[in-house]
């Protein structure tokens, strides 16, 4: 017996040594385990024991995006997602893909045989689980790694989601500040107005005027109110995004954010949606299903299962269980299915590059024509707006104009620069739709050197 238990140990050792941690996964598995773990970093903690970065009273857009990157949850899921395809891959590619079986049995005779003699070992592999060819498993592997590929870049795309999300709320509650600035300053001028007119009312000037003034101005007043407090809610919807309370202080800028640089259309279109990560992940899907069309193709090679025993020094015996494919209809359907399943996602690969490419070349109309709205009326039209305005003020006071024709000349120069604030930040939203459809951050790009840019306050 003791023999036999130092057999026994001396044969796990070798069979431990022989096939244990042996995977025939993609070499390139490596690669995209180390680009997870750089991204990854953020989630190395448990989440109790994560530290959020601060953020100032008055942040950047900067730095309320990258508080958003790593207080998300959603993205967090997709980060674990692409983590845990990875694992799958060695665990696809684990080979051999079956236990070891170890049998042992004692034969009870009267004969006068040795004890050794008796004793009946059988090494195997599970009869439950067919022990495949490598370039099954091989090929089982790759089809694993094109899922893993492709979690990775559904993460990158809610990546640029969430940015393209945070970003448009950023950019609402900045044009919503701008908005309440304008309401304020238009009540200053009602105000003012106000004064006016009850001036004229002592020269002689018909009351209706300062009652009508009065008015306007209470108004403008309670709209000021309600903007304020649409902007308080929006800076709760905001905080929410960041994992902050809705009450905790988050002051939008002073102005108008500076127009990021881009590049010129030819660059930007050139780029597309060719790096859009959506696209790539369907791509790899693709790629995926044409590995699985081949794995399919596989299971007519037969799978053979050795087996190996001994008798004491009576018999040893060395053989093989081949498995023959004779599920023939079973093995044509899956073939069917995989080619099926191919060519679906090829189909919707096409449709989804179309359909981004055409998003794409709209959404950079629409930019360069908000660009071209904003030249137009910080340049041309709030100028001779505010002239008009100047000259209407001084008319007023010298009694040549009415109330009426005064307070035309107010609404026309408050709503040109509602327009120029709308039209600014509808550039940045457009621009943002831009980063999410090519799946790249503009920052990274080299901008047009005569790109066009309009100071705050224009």
Same mark, same amino acid.
């Given at each position: 017996?003791?023999?036999?238990?130092?057999?026994?140990?001396?044969?796990?050792? #070798?069979?431990?040594?022989?096939?244990?941690?042996?995977?025939?996964?993609?070499?390139?598995?490596?690669?995209?385990?180390?680009?997870?773990?750089?991204?990854?970093?953020?989630?190395?903690?448990?989440?109790?024991?994560?530290?959020?970065?601060?953020?100032?009273?008055?942040?950047?857009?900067?730095?309320?995006?990258?508080?958003?990157?790593?207080?998300?949850?959603?993205?967090?899921?997709?980060?674990?997602?692409?983590?845990?395809?990875i694992e799958?891959?060695?665990?696809?590619?684990?080979?051999?893909?079956?236990?070891?079986?170890?049998?042992?049995?004692?034969?009870?005779?009267?004969?006068?045989?040795?004890?050794?003699?008796?004793? @009946?070992?059988?090494?195997?592999?599970?009869?439950?689980?067919?022990?495949k060819?490598?370039?099954?498993?091989?090929?089982?592997?790759?089809?694993?790694?094109?899922?893993?590929?492709?979690?990775?870049?559904?993460?990158?795309?809610?990546?640029?989601?969430?940015?393209?999300?945070?970003? @448009?709320?950023?950019?609402?509650?900045?044009?919503?500040? %701008?908005?309440?600035?304008?309401?304020?300053?238009?009540?200053?001028?009602?105000?003012?107005?106000?004064?006016?007119?009850?001036?004229?009312?002592?020269?002689?000037a018909?009351?209706?005027?300062?009652l009508?003034?009065?008015?306007?101005?209470?108004?403008?007043?309670?709209?000021?109110?309600?903007?304020?407090?649409?902007?308080?809610?929006?800076?709760?919807?905001?905080?929410?995004?960041?994992?902050?309370p809705?009450?905790?202080?988050?002051?939008?800028?002073?102005?108008?954010? %500076?127009?990021?640089?881009?590049?010129?259309?030819?660059?930007?279109?050139?780029?597309?949606?060719?790096?859009?990560?959506?696209?790539?992940?369907?791509?790899?899907?693709?790629q995926?299903?044409?590995?699985?069309?081949?794995?399919?193709?596989?299971?007519?090679?037969?799978?053979?299962?050795?087996?190996?025993?001994?008798?004491?020094? #009576?018999?040893?015996?060395?053989?093989?269980?081949?498995?023959?494919?004779?599920?023939?209809?079973?093995?044509?359907?899956?073939?069917?299915?995989?080619?099926?399943?191919?060519?679906?996602?090829e189909?919707?690969?096409?449709?989804?590059?179309?359909?981004?490419?055409?998003?794409?070349?709209? @959404?950079?109309?629409?930019?360069?024509?908000? %660009?071209?709205?904003?030249?137009?009326?910080?340049?041309?039209?709030?100028?001779?707006?505010?002239?008009?305005? @100047?000259?209407?003020?001084?008319?007023?006071?010298?009694?040549q104009?009415?109330?009426?024709?005064?307070?035309?000349?107010?609404?026309?120069?408050?709503? #040109?620069?509602?327009?120029?604030?709308?039209?600014?930040?509808?550039? %940045?939203?457009?621009?943002?739709?831009?980063?999410?459809?090519?799946?790249?951050?503009?920052?990274?790009?080299?901008?047009?050197?005569?790109?066009?840019?309009?100071k705050?306050?224009?």
């Open positions: 017996m003791m023999k036999f238990s130092t057999w026994l140990g001396y044969s796990a050792l #070798v069979m431990a040594i022989a096939w244990g941690g042996c995977s025939l996964a993609p070499q390139e598995l490596k690669q995209e385990e180390a680009k997870a773990n750089e991204v990854g970093k953020a989630y190395e903690k448990p989440v109790g024991e994560r530290k959020l970065p601060e953020l100032a009273a008055e942040p950047t857009w900067r730095e309320v995006l990258q508080r958003a990157f790593l207080a998300n949850g959603d993205l967090e899921a997709a980060y674990w997602e692409w983590r845990a395809a799958r891959v060695d665990m696809a590619a684990a080979y051999p893909n079956s236990n070891i079986s170890v049998g042992y049995s004692y034969m009870f005779s009267a004969e006068k045989i040795k004890t050794w003699d008796r004793q @009946t070992v059988a090494v195997g592999f599970d009869p439950a689980m067919n022990l060819l490598p370039q099954k498993v091989q090929q089982s592997g790759k089809v694993a790694f094109d899922q893993a590929q492709a979690a990775g870049l559904r993460f990158e795309s809610a990546k640029f989601d969430l940015q393209k999300k945070v970003l @448009t709320a950023w950019l609402d509650f900045a044009l919503m500040a %701008e908005q309440v600035r304008i309401a304020k300053e238009n009540a200053a001028l009602l105000k003012s107005v106000s004064t006016l007119a009850s001036d004229r009312v002592k020269a002689g018909p009351q209706q005027d300062l009508k003034a009065q008015t306007d101005y209470r108004l403008a007043e309670n709209q000021v109110g309600n903007m304020e407090a649409e902007l308080g809610q929006m800076r709760a919807m905001l905080n929410g995004m960041l994992a902050r809705g009450d905790a202080v988050l002051n939008p800028p002073r102005e108008l954010p %500076e127009g990021r640089a881009i590049p010129d259309d030819a660059k930007l279109i050139a780029m597309g949606v060719d790096r859009n990560p959506a696209l790539g992940a369907l791509a790899k899907d693709v995926g299903r044409t590995d699985a069309l081949k794995l399919a193709k596989m299971a007519y090679l037969p799978d053979i299962n050795p087996t190996f025993s001994f008798t004491g020094s #009576v018999a040893q015996v060395a053989g093989a269980a081949v498995m023959l494919p004779t599920t023939i209809p079973m093995i044509e359907g899956q073939i069917k299915e995989a080619r099926m399943m191919m060519q679906a996602s189909a919707m690969v096409r449709q989804s590059k179309s359909d981004r490419a055409g998003q794409f070349v709209a @959404t950079l109309v629409a930019l360069r024509n908000a %660009e071209r709205q904003r030249d137009v009326f910080a340049e041309i039209i709030m100028p001779k707006s505010k002239q008009v305005w @100047t000259s209407s003020r001084q008319a007023y006071t010298a009694g104009i009415s109330y009426s024709e005064l307070v035309d000349t107010q609404r026309t120069l408050l709503d #040109v620069r509602r327009l120029v604030a709308e039209v600014r930040i509808e550039r %940045e939203k457009r621009l943002a739709e831009l980063e999410t459809l090519a799946g790249v951050d503009v920052e990274t790009l080299k901008p047009a050197a005569t790109e066009p840019t309009t705050p306050g224009q």
